[in-house]
């Protein structure tokens, strides 16, 4: 079964309000783009959604998914993919894909009504949930590469975790770099029009000298929208950049 939707999200830990404290009215506009497009994701009918986000190396991690937010001072758990019987699962998730858990469990199942840290099993008819890392060196055929195996027997979705750069003024974590602003333009404008080609044309090198997290995962989208076929439609929901990286939320959708 092709792809039929996709929502791309970035993953600040700040987006928690109990990490951000005080701050949490900061990123208030931020977290309600990634609420509104983890719900147009969950409405789009699909029956699977994967996560994917850049981690060391690329890999299929297997449920339930856990991890906690205590390494950001919140001793927060997370868990997503609660199935059934004493089975291990992932101890530990990097950030993309531990906040992606995080914006999941703030929502319904599209498929039972339930919160998604009470899991039906799929043999149960509800959804199935998937976490996959990509490498965030992989070369951009890599990615594409990954997203093109990415397949389903069912409907599937993705929610693709990564933030812009973080080079954006001279308190940002990378210091300011002049680059950063027309590279995270570009990108605004690939997902506002999803635009495969611009995706696939994001320069690895480039975007490592900008500390840019989504690249990657990025171009997994893009390799999976190609790989699907058809026409797709984008919604840019958010583009800022607070604290000098930037923060990017869109949908994609089948036209």
Do not use: I
Not at 8 to 17: E, F, G
Not at 79 to 94: C, M, N, Q
Not at 140 to 146: F, P
Not at 224 to 248: I, M, Q, T
């Amino acid at each position: 079964m092709p792809l039929v939707a996709a929502a791309v999200c970035p993953h600040p830990p700040l987006l928690v309000p109990e990490v951000a404290g005080a701050a949490a009215p900061e990123l208030d506009d931020l977290r309600a783009a990634c609420d509104a497009a983890v719900a147009r994701l969950l409405d789009s009918g699909a029956h699977d959604v994967l996560v994917v986000g850049a981690a060391e190396r690329t890999a299929a991690l297997d449920p339930p998914f856990q991890g906690s937010f205590a390494p950001w001072g919140l001793p927060l758990e997370v868990r997503l993919g609660d199935l059934p019987g004493d089975r291990p699962g992932t101890d530990r998730l990097p950030l993309g894909l531990l906040v992606g858990a995080w914006l999941l469990n703030r929502h319904p199942s599209p498929a039972s009504g339930d919160a998604l840290n009470r899991h039906p099993s799929p043999a149960s008819g509800g959804a199935t949930w998937r976490m996959s890392t990509v490498a965030a060196d992989a070369s951009v055929g890599a990615c594409a590469d990954l997203g093109a195996r990415l397949v389903s027997g069912r409907p599937w979705a993705l929610l693709v975790m990564g933030d812009g750069s973080a080079c954006r003024g001279e308190k940002a974590p990378g210091y300011a770099d002049p680059r950063a602003e027309a590279y995270d333009e570009t990108v605004a404008e690939a997902l506002a029009d999803a635009d495969v080609d611009a995706l696939l044309g994001l320069d690895p090198v480039r975007s490592a000298q900008l500390r840019v997290a989504g690249r990657a995962p990025w171009q997994v989208l893009a390799g999976a929208a190609r790989a699907s076929g058809g026409d797709w439609h984008g919604e840019l929901r958010h583009h800022s950049a607070p604290y000098g990286v930037a923060y990017l939320v869109a949908n994609w959708e089948r036209a």
